[in-house]
C-alpha cells in the first residue's frame, strides 16, 4: 500500500471504516471494495471536520490547484481511486483530469494532511492540520 493511500485512510476516514478500507486497499484483488465505496458512499464514511466544500463556481481546476498550493500541495501528487488507481501526477494534470467525471478518486497532495476528493456527489478539498486530533482524541496520520 502507498504511504499516501495508508495516510488517507488514518487521517480522513471515520474511526469505524478506517480497517475495512485499509484491508481492500491493501489487497489488490479487494480494492474494487474500496473503490466502489468512493464512488457511491452508502454512509457518511469521511471525518466531517477535515472536510472543505468547494463552491460551484469554483469546481475548476484553475480554482482548485492554487487553493491546494497554497495549503503546500507540491506539483507531484498520488491519485488513487476508480479509474485512475495508483499512479503518481502533476497536480494539475490529475485535477484537469479528474474534475466533473464525478468518479470516485483521491488526489493527495500531502500524504494525511491534504487531499481533493471527488464522487458522483461532491467535490472537497480535505485538510488536517499536522497534529490535529479527530473526534476519538486520536493523533492522525
Keep these: 500500500m502507498n504511504p499516501h493511500e495508508k495516510a488517507f485512510v488514518e487521517a480522513f476516514i471515520a474511526p469505524a ?12 484483488r479487494k480494492r ?9 458512499p452508502k454512509t457518511s464514511f469521511l471525518i466531517g471536520k477535515y472536510v ?12 482548485l490547484a492554487p487553493r491546494l498550493r497554497g495549503r503546500g500541495a507540491p506539483d507531484d501528487c498520488w491519485v488513487f481511486g476508480n ?12 485535477l484537469g483530469e479528474l474534475i466533473g467525471m464525478r468518479s470516485g478518486t483521491i488526489v493527495s497532495c500531502l500524504p494525511g494532511e ?26 492522525g496520520g
Design 17 to 28: 471504516r478506517r480497517e475495512r478500507f485499509m484491508v481492500a486497499l491493501a489487497n489488490p
Design 32 to 40: 474494487e471494495v474500496f473503490n466502489r465505496e468512493l464512488h457511491h
Design 83 to 94: 479509474y485512475i488507481d495508483g499512479k503518481e501526477m502533476k497536480l494539475e494534470e490529475a
Design 52 to 63: 472543505e466544500q468547494i463552491v460551484p463556481s469554483q469546481h475548476f481546476a484553475r480554482f
Design 114 to 139: 491534504l487531499a481533493f476528493f471527488e464522487n458522483e456527489d461532491e467535490r472537497v478539498i480535505l485538510y488536517r492540520p499536522r497534529g490535529a486530533k479527530d473526534w476519538t482524541g486520536q493523533n
